[in-house]
């Protein structure tokens, strides 16, 4: 993930998308939707109820780099590695 370089982490995945803890514990989520490209949102390591996710725009697959996305709207990129 852009700015935390190589992290290990539990990556939880289901039929929308993907989602995991970030070194500084907020939540990275990205919501699947279709041809590979869906949106990031930061969900904040200490939640407060009624505060919304920071949303990261539009992430599209890598070219030549599978399990990675990129979203232009803040010049982000990030891998994610499954074990079956």
Same mark, same amino acid.
């Given at each position: 993930?852009? &700015? @935390?370089?190589?992290?290990? =982490?539990? /990556?939880? /995945?289901? !039929?929308?998308?993907?989602?995991? $803890? #970030?070194?500084? !514990?907020?939540? @990275? $989520?990205?919501?699947?939707?279709?041809?590979?490209?869906?949106?990031?949102? *930061?969900?904040?390591?200490?939640?407060? +109820?009624?505060?919304? +996710? /920071?949303? *990261? &725009?539009?992430?599209? +697959? $890598?070219?030549?780099?599978?399990? =990675?996305?990129? !979203?232009?709207? %803040? %010049?982000?990129?990030? =891998?994610?590695? #499954?074990?079956?």
């Amino acid at each position: 993930m852009t &700015g @935390f370089g190589d992290f290990a =982490c539990d /990556v939880d /995945v289901d !039929g929308g998308g993907i989602t995991f $803890v #970030l070194p500084d !514990g907020a939540t @990275f $989520v990205f919501a699947h939707e279709a041809n590979g490209e869906g949106f990031g949102y *930061l969900i904040a390591a200490e939640t407060q +109820p009624g505060r919304k +996710p /920071v949303e *990261l &725009g539009r992430f599209a +697959p $890598v070219a030549g780099e599978e399990g =990675c996305w990129f !979203g232009a709207e %803040d %010049d982000i990129t990030f =891998c994610a590695a #499954l074990e079956q």
